[in-house]
């Protein structure tokens, strides 16, 4: 069903972003053109603030299409795409992250890239919700037939208790599908480190 699901974001993105959106990009290029030729100076203020309007609809549906398939992973791979969503996540908090990776050159089969790139998303979406952290480490290593995501926050310490909230499941039925495992433990000072190993 996940499979299914992501398959569906997947199409459903490209069709907000190529259609859609182009389409409203492509509007609002139209009625600044007709708003120029207006000798009304009224109407073309009118004209302008409506293309305004078009062109924040298209960068929100550009916003939507990302958000359900980002064009970075399908395009470029796991790098760049953990990149972006590390810069557009914690650009508003006070939280500061670093991001290494060793050996990671080429491209992973499709499930695992978008599985690994979800549950990164979702432990991102907890550190910012639950932790409260100054810093983040990610790091991604291909190893000897495996890749290993470790993932480490400063904050809050997590309660051993609360392991089996729906973000948290759903983190190991995604896993558990592309022969993975995940753990959680104490980080090194405080906060939590987590430790997702998949084998290739
Ligand atoms: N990085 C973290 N630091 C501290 N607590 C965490 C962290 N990640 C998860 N938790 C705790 O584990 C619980 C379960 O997480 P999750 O299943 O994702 O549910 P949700 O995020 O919807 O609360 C959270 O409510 C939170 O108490
Ligand atoms: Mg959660």
Excluded: C
């Excluded at 290029?29 to 302008?48: F, N, T």
């Excluded at 948290?168 to 558990?176: E, T």
């Excluded at 980080?187 to 998949?198: A, C, D, L, R, W």
Aim: hydrophobic share 35%; charged share 25%; no cysteine.
């Amino acid at each position: 069903m996940l499979t299914a699901t992501e398959e569906e974001r997947s199409r459903i993105s490209k069709e907000l972003h190529d259609g859609t959106g182009q389409q409203l990009s492509a509007l609002k290029l139209g009625l600044q053109s007709v708003s120029k030729s207006m000798a009304d100076e009224k109407q073309r203020e009118q004209l302008e603030e409506i293309a305004t309007s078009f062109s924040k609809s298209a960068d929100e549906v550009r916003h939507i299409s990302h958000q359900m398939m980002p064009r970075a992973l399908m395009e470029k791979g796991l790098v760049e795409a953990i990149e972006d969503l590390l810069q557009s996540s914690f650009q508003y908090t006070d939280t500061n992250y670093s991001f290494e990776h060793h050996n990671i050159n080429g491209r992973f089969e499709e499930r695992i890239e978008v599985s690994i790139y979800r549950v990164i998303q979702e432990l991102i979406n907890n550190i910012i919700k639950h932790a409260g952290a100054q810093t983040v480490t990610v790091q991604l290593i291909k190893q000897k037939g495996n890749l290993l995501l470790f993932l480490e926050d400063n904050g809050k310490d997590m309660n051993q208790e609360s392991t089996d909230g729906h973000g948290l499941l759903n983190i190991k039925s995604r896993l558990d599908m592309i022969n993975g495992t995940v753990n959680w433990s104490p980080g090194s000072e405080k906060g939590t480190f987590v430790t997702v190993k998949i084998a290739l």
